[in-house]
């Protein structure tokens, strides 16, 4: 009973994934959609080719100010020798197309809007992403039986792989972002070549030249996966078996270069539909600098670092002490795989890669550190005391991955940098604070307002004021006490604004008798009291009911329209029952050096 409920453990998690999904996830919400990020990018080859018939990507602001209403879109678009090309490469849209098409398909037919970012294509994607997570699974549980693991070790590992890794966050959060892709592939590579070298057949290669092609145009940098070939076929006999086998039939040999090829040509050719060249550099001043690597950073910082938010791949380099001692072959090629992947990844410009849950770089070879989880299992099983040491770490870990999953779902883990205090902070929390972390090596210059309410500073509003309660002193102010509003900041912009990338921060102490409060925070730019930006912050996802409450909140502003052009900040009250104060308010503009949000 055990080993045929164990046959079905990617069953069983794809079952709870798509639980997971359905209560979490809510496309409708333009923060919570599927398609976000990098996501967009991958997937508008599907939209230019099909749906608008563009590959200039005109249809970018059309979409962002339908669908999300954000003031800060997501251009992938890249000018390359004056011809617009997709910064991104196409590898995860062929795997997205089939779930594209249903969506395409059923919106035609039931008269939705057919415009390839409506809910329907939303979801759609975002279940082909929970398709993808148990292809990888099923490909993994193949592969992991070709080793001496057992059955039930071999679904725990799946287990670990599914719950107790960052891959979560990447299927039910991020959908569309390429990794789960990328496990699904190279755990189907993986397997290839590992039949391909126990039981040589055209059929297993062939696939697994197909695959690596796939690989490649999904993440380039992955094809440093060739370099785990003599790790997969275990040793040095079948590693040159495999050689054999594979070159020295001219029929093989072709069929295996035409597969390889098939995808990285498709790409070419896009790039030449769009540009006109068949190579193309998207990513323009952006790359790798091999001489400064974060190799450190990459593994241990509290910003993104791999095995500081999963720590079970820590762990898993356990795994290395076993192959140190029964197979010196698979133990070197697997550690020059495994330190060459750290060094390239950790030597591109953005080593975090804006990452919101761990480094998300590292779950594209989470089938290695599946196989490296096995070989720990056989360390472990020999020692009783490390059997009954290893069971509590085991569950404790899943609990904190799932834990850690949900805080950066609600964003309380901030985004952007994140150090040690910011860590500390957000660890135990299950309510999001409302906190602006400002990277300090790139302020130029700080204005700052300030007003306790104890005295008449000449702000507006000193109706507001009151002795109900106070955070500090005597006074605070009430919006919807004789209206809506709070004492409130109206201040020439021109002079504040010394840069490009200039920040407004606003912190206070706040106090609400309701849980769901319907206060707001607003910045609004206006000129002759019209406003022409106007930016909410909502205070009921961080308001603790009837307790003083820090709030801190920042938005970028836009560049002004006018030189008279006046900022205006202050609190907003309509709901008459609730009983929202503030105190202690503070105001700061802080231009930067260069654009913060990429630190």
Known sequence: MTAKLSKYTPELILFLYLLTFLVVKNPSDPFDRVLISDGKGYYAYLTAIFIYDDLDYNFIEDYEAKYYGHDKIKDFRYNFDGE???????????????????????????????????????????????????????????????????????????????????????????????????????????????????NFRNLSIISAAFLFGLIVIIRPTNALLILLVPFITGSKDSFFNLI???????????????????????????????????????????????????????????????????????????????????????????????????????????????????????????????????????????????????????????????????????????????????????????????????????????????????????????????????????YSSQPGLVNDYSIGLLVDAKPLLKSEYVWLKVSAEVFSNQSQSRGQLVVQLENKNQFYFYNPFYLKEYIVQNKWTRMEFRCALPTLKAEDDQLRVFFFNTNKNDLLLVDDLKVEVISFSADPEDK
């Open 84 to 198: 617009i090309v997709n910064t991104y490469f196409p590898g995860v849209a062929f795997l997205m197309l089939p779930f594209f098409l249903i969506a395409h398909f059923l919106s035609l037919i039931l008269g939705f809007s057919a415009d390839g970012y409506s809910l329907i294509y939303q979801y759609s994607i975002g279940l082909g992403a929970l398709f993808y997570l148990w292809i990888g699974l099923r490909f993994l549980q193949k592969l992991l039986q070709t080793f001496p693991f057992s059955i039930n070790q071999i679904s725990f590992i799946l287990i670990l792989i599914a719950l107790c890794t960052n891959i979560n966050y990447y299927v039910l959060k991020e959908g569309a972002m390429s990794h789960v892709y990328s496990f699904a592939a190279i755990s189907g590579f993986l397997i290839m070549v590992r039949k391909a070298s126990i």
């Open 244 to 474: 054999k086998n594979t070159f020295t039939k001219p029929k093989t040999i072709i069929l295996v270069l035409i597969a390889a090829a098939f995808f990285p040509f498709a790409m070419m050719l896009l790039w030449y539909l769009q540009s006109g060249h068949w190579i193309v550099y998207s990513y323009g001043e952006h790359g790798f600098d091999f001489t400064n690597p974060y190799f450190f950073q990459i593994l241990f910082s509290f910003d993104k670092g791999w095995f500081i938010y999963t720590p079970i791949a820590l762990l898993a380099m356990g795994g290395f002490i076993w192959l140190f001692k029964k197979n010196k072959i698979q133990f070197w090629w697997a550690l020059i795989f495994m330190l060459a992947f750290v060094y390239v990844q950790s030597s591109w410009y953005c080593w975090t890669f804006t990452s919101n849950f761990g480094n998300r770089t590292f779950i594209d070879i989470y089938p290695l550190i599946a196989i490296l989880l096995g070989f720990l299992f056989l360390i472990i099983n020999k020692q009783k005391f490390l059997k009954i040491l290893f069971g509590p770490i085991f569950l404790v870990l899943i609990l904190i991955n799932n834990l850690q999953f949900y805080q950066h779902y609600k964003y309380i883990y901030p985004p952007g940098t994140i150090d040690f205090a910011i860590y500390k902070d957000s660890f135990t929390r299950l309510i999001p604070a409302a906190r602006v972390h400002v990277p300090d090596e790139l302020v130029k210059s700080k204005e700052t307002f300030e007003n306790d309410f104890e005295e008449n500073y000449g702000w507006l509003n000193y109706g507001s004021v009151t002795d109900t309660l106070a955070y500090a002193g005597k």
